[in-house]
């Protein structure tokens, strides 16, 4: 039985209204052509999670499929604010995004607990913000040995993690190397996993770095590009113009819907968006 | 050899974000360890590698480890950060084994509000839940002002910014001052400067206020009073910070990106 199948089917199979979605990539491989497949099968209800939720959650926030929000830095990085996320938090457009905040720290314990299979994670961490005041995910805790005061983060167990790779081998391993990320603490907390990939291969690059076999990844699909406007080590660079341009389109409800239908809704994949898009894309 | 004969400071024309910039630089230490946010202390520890301090170790939350990049990156996950870096470690680690345990020496942040005793809001300007300015939040911030031994913080200085009380706690410094960071538990030693466009601020070494230690050249006590939400504490040997040089403006203008 193969995992290989089209970006469609995975998240058609493996994202249900409602489901806890993890979409990881910390500055590299952003999983953006799975994005735009959750805004264009129109899901919703979805408690979206992410470290750094930058341009590709503001797309999903603003195409409404967002209930709540798990993360620890909300920016455009190096241009700015998040339009849409800014007006969801406070406009409650186009619908109320309730906040679960956290540190770096925290949110990679978080996922290393629910990696590891484990109730909650202990950290050196959160000790006279204010953070603590706004979530149930985080309490003090004693350390059993010395009496150390520590902060403990709930597990985080989403039901889909989602990540972008360079490889997938033909019986479904998936291997990515560069900045590393908390991919794979994502995709082994999750219940189901859906992984995009630049290329399927025969055998590994030997840059391949992190090794994710078949039988944790629920589904891959090709998608050459599906990290764009971020960028995929080895592959192509970061599409600066791109975040850049985002601040503007972002900044105007309706300059973003029209957006969202002519590059998601009207468009059958990824790669329609792409070609629209051609002239700011540079190889590495 | 003929070099370093021009150095004329009174010649060197440069803005108040690369006067700032090179003031930050100049407080890094040969071989210090330095846990890195994009902006400013990014191209400031650029700066200081590439000039006094060639064996400065950057290491940025993206995991990179020594990294060497030519240009000071846009984002802290450029690639040119994991190729010239000499370990690349997931973000996990990153905060887990190589900042927690203290094993950096200066943490290097801005923020948007700043308070007297060096605590930060990047969170929310007014009320959290119905905000008048959503911030972008904590990042690696919290932690990293934790564990770092010492905390090097760089922002542009106003009524709106250095503030009597924050809006949300972000990240702590001093705590409430008198020592009082110590009753955190096992911690770095928290902000040992701030550095603004206005001055240089140090905290006192008995109540951990921070107080106006230099003002940059042509910049005035009243401006840096005015520009202080609370009764701004002056050294009573307060000095004017030694303008950039020419080197140092040639040096800065090559490593930045733009």
Known sequence: ??????????????????????????????????????????????RLVRMTPDVIYDQLIGAGV????????????GVGSLHRFREAVDLAYPRSLELDEHSHAGMSVRYSAGASGLPFGTLRGYVGTDLTKYTDNVRPISCPFTGESLAAVSALNPDVGVIHAQQADRHGNVGFWGILGVQKEAILASRRSIVTVEEIVDEFDPRVRVVLPHWVVSAVAMVPRGAHPSYAHGFYDRDNAYYRAWDEISRDRDVFSAWIETHIMNTSD???????????LAEV | MVTEIIET?????????????????????NGDVVFVGIGIPSTAA?????????????????????????????????????????????????????????RIDVGFLGAAQLDRHGNLNTTVIGDYAHPKVRLPGAGGAPEIALASKRTMLVLRQSARSFVEKLDYVTTVGHHEGHGSRATLGRAGNGPAIVITDIGVLRPDPVTDELTLVSLHPGRTVEEAVAATGW??????????????????????????ST
């Open chain 1, 1 to 46: 039985m193969t995992n290989i199948m089209t970006l469609s089917e995975a998240v058609a199979q493996n994202v249900n209204d409602g489901d806890t979605v993890a979409m990881e990539g910390f500055t590299h491989l952003i999983p953006f052509a799975a994005g735009h497949e959750i805004i264009r099968q129109q899901k919703r209800d979805l």
């Open chain 1, 66 to 77: 967002a209930r709540e929000l798990v993360f620890s830095w909300g920016g455009n990085p």
């Open chain 1, 270 to 280: 990824f790669s329609e968006h792409l070609a629209m898009i051609e002239p700011t």
């Open chain 2, 9 to 29: 400071p009174a010649a060197a024309q440069y803005t108040a974000d690369e006067l700032m910039t090179i003031v930050a630089a100049r407080e890094l230490n």
């Open chain 2, 46 to 102: 650029n700066l200081a590698r590439q000039t006094h301090a060639p064996d400065v170790v950057l290491i940025y939350e993206s995991g990179t480890i020594d990294t060497k990049p030519t240009k000071t990156p846009l984002s802290i996950g450029d690639g040119e950060l994991a190729e010239t870096a000499l370990a690349v470690v997931s973000v996990p680690e990153i905060f887990a084994y190589w900042l927690q345990p203290g």
């Open chain 2, 231 to 256: 009764p701004l504490k002056i050294a009573d040997d307060l000095s004017e910070t030694t303008p950039p040089t020419v080197t140092e403006i040639e040096a800065l203008r090559r490593v930045s």
